[in-house]
């Protein structure tokens, strides 16, 4: 059995994927070993909401809408969600004015989680990459996800299948070293 550490430096993010994806039996029991980040008071201020079929083309219809898009490209951007066969929308859920634990705190847990989750779904076999944009907290594509005025979405996790036959080599180059600024 390999290692966390193992699983996070095998970890890379797959840009293309197949049609497979895991059911939400599956996604279930991965969420609930997710959810177990560092949360400052036990809010569990987060939610995930899977997008499969045709919730895709509405989130792409929304997208292009957001963007004013027309023509091809609206087409475009409309077929951004269709490049998965399941994305998984990681909703920031916050209680506003909680007396210990700031909104930024509980969004931060919240990332951990999408963050744990693409890391758990790397090591069951499946492809993930977390995507973003300049819509992800736009009004229209708040409203088709049904975001509550207390929730933000961090982004999707686009999941399926993965293309290549074996898991690809993690990363080679030392990056930790130039990041780490120790203080005495």
């Given at each position: 059995m390999a290692s966390v550490l193992?699983?996070?430096l095998a970890r890379r993010s797959s840009p293309k994927?197949?049609?497979a994806a895991?059911?939400?039996?599956a996604l279930v029991a991965l969420l609930d070993a997710a959810g177990r980040v560092a949360d400052h008071a036990?809010?569990?201020p987060w939610r995930v909401i899977a997008l499969?079929?045709?919730a895709r083309e509405r989130l792409g219809a929304a997208l292009a809408a957001a963007a004013g898009a027309e023509g091809e490209a609206a087409a475009k951007l409309?077929?951004?969600?269709?490049?998965a066969p399941l994305l998984l929308a990681v909703v920031a859920v916050t209680t506003p004015d909680h007396?210990?634990?700031p909104e930024w705190e509980q969004e931060a847990s919240a990332a951990g989680v999408a963050h744990l989750l693409s890391l758990l779904l790397d090591d069951a076999g499946w492809g993930v990459m977390w995507r973003t944009g300049p819509f992800t907290r736009h009004p229209l594509v708040a409203a088709m996800h049904g975001l509550a005025p207390n929730e933000r979405l961090l982004g999707w996790l686009y999941v399926g299948g993965r293309t290549e036959a074996r898991r690809p080599e993690g990363r080679t180059d030392p990056l930790a070293a130039a990041r780490l600024t120790t203080l005495d």
């Open positions: 193992d699983a996070a994927v197949t049609d895991p059911d939400d039996a036990a809010l569990r499969r079929g045709p409309a077929g951004k969600p269709l490049r007396p210990k634990v």
